[in-house]
């Protein structure tokens, strides 16, 4: 199994940045794919971004193409959120998330770490 912890959350103000981490341990070698999804208050679950855990491809929201980098360190278990020009409506909790090499779906999640942007 793999365990996935979140950390880097906080309050910035509108134009700053943050960046957020995810340290996965456990059975590593399994993973596929690391997500980062976000859940506002009163609103479902959203992906951000995405990465292939040993090619490095990348994916990204519409919403934060452009603002928002995904990457890893596989020597260190490690993947990374950068945020910048962040937005009143980047507000969430942001959770990052496994899928395994042949699943479809993301089926192990963090506990998530909250952002909170104000203007």
């Known amino acids: 199994q793999v365990q996935l912890v979140e950390s880097g959350g906080g309050l910035v103000q509108a134009g700053g940045s943050l960046r957020l981490s995810c340290a996965a341990s456990g059975r590593t070698f399994s993973i596929g794919n690391i997500g980062w999804f976000r859940q506002a208050s009163g609103k479902g679950r959203e992906f951000v971004a995405s990465?292939?855990?040993?090619?490095?491809?990348?994916r990204y929201a519409d919403s934060v193409t452009g603002r928002f980098t995904i990457s890893r360190d596989n020597a260190e278990n490690m993947i990374y959120l950068q945020m910048n020009s962040l937005k009143p409506e980047d507000t969430a909790v942001y959770y990052c998330?496994?899928?395994?090499?042949?699943?479809?779906?993301?089926?192990?999640w963090g506990q998530g770490t909250q952002v909170t942007v104000s203007s």
């Open positions: 990465i292939t855990w040993s090619g490095g491809r990348t």
């Open positions: 998330a496994a899928r395994g090499t042949t699943a479809a779906l993301y089926d192990i």
